[in-house]
C-alpha cells in the first residue's frame, strides 16, 4: 500500500489515501466525498513518501500530481 493525498483541483479539500495506484486512490477519495454528500468529480492525486533524514511525519510529494479524469474513458476489466 502508498499514502496519496487526493485533493480538489483548487486544493481546497483534501483526503489522505492509502492504494494500491493513484487510481484507485482517486476512486476511495471519490466515495469518500459522495458519501458525505459533497461529490467530487475532477480531482488531483500526490503519492507522499517519507523525506530522508531524520525530520519525523513529514511527508513531500514523490510524484507529480495526476488530475482525474485524464478525458479518457478508462475499460472496466
Not at 492525486?45 to 517519507?50: A, Q, T
Amino acid at each position: 500500500m502508498r499514502l496519496f493525498k487526493v485533493s480538489t483541483p483548487d486544493e481546497a479539500d483534501h483526503e489522505l489515501v492509502f492504494a494500491k495506484t493513484p487510481y484507485q486512490a482517486a476512486q476511495i477519495a471519490r466515495t469518500v466525498w459522495a458519501e458525505a454528500g459533497t461529490p467530487r468529480h475532477h480531482v488531483k492525486v500526490v503519492e507522499l513518501c517519507l523525506p530522508d533524514g531524520d525530520v519525523g511525519l513529514v511527508y513531500e510529494p514523490a510524484t507529480t500530481p495526476t488530475v482525474y479524469p485524464r478525458g479518457t474513458n478508462r475499460s472496466k476489466k
